[in-house]
């Protein structure tokens, strides 16, 4: 009786086919994806502050626009 529940019982998993990783991988695996993280998210930072600094030029270029400017910016009317 108890060896038929000991075989139906799943098969563990030995060392050599799928070893776990020890305590000094584990913690090189969360300092390299925390490492990637924070370059990430400087990255998102720094789209964003780009982003923001276009939109503020482009709005500043387009409170300047006026008829003359056009004209001048196309070579015509030289006064």
Same mark, same amino acid.
Not at 69 to 74: F, G, P, S
């Given at each position: 009786?108890?060896?038929?529940v000991v /075989? !139906?019982?799943p @098969? =563990?998993?030995s060392?050599t086919?799928?070893?776990?990783p020890?305590?000094?991988?584990?913690?090189? =695996?969360?300092?390299e @994806? =925390? @490492?990637?993280? @924070?370059l990430?998210? /400087? +990255?998102v930072?720094a789209l964003?502050?780009h982003?923001?600094?276009?939109?503020?030029a482009e709005?500043v270029?387009?409170s300047y /626009? !006026?008829?003359k400017?056009? +004209?001048?910016?196309?070579g015509?009317d030289?006064?």
């Open positions: 009786m108890i060896l038929e /075989s !139906s019982l @098969r =563990t998993i060392m086919e799928n070893p776990l020890d305590d000094l991988t584990v913690r090189q =695996t969360i300092v @994806r =925390t @490492r990637e993280l @924070r990430l998210k /400087s +990255v930072r964003a502050k982003r923001r600094e276009h939109a503020k709005a270029r387009n /626009s !006026s008829p400017i056009a +004209v001048w910016q196309q015509g030289d006064a």
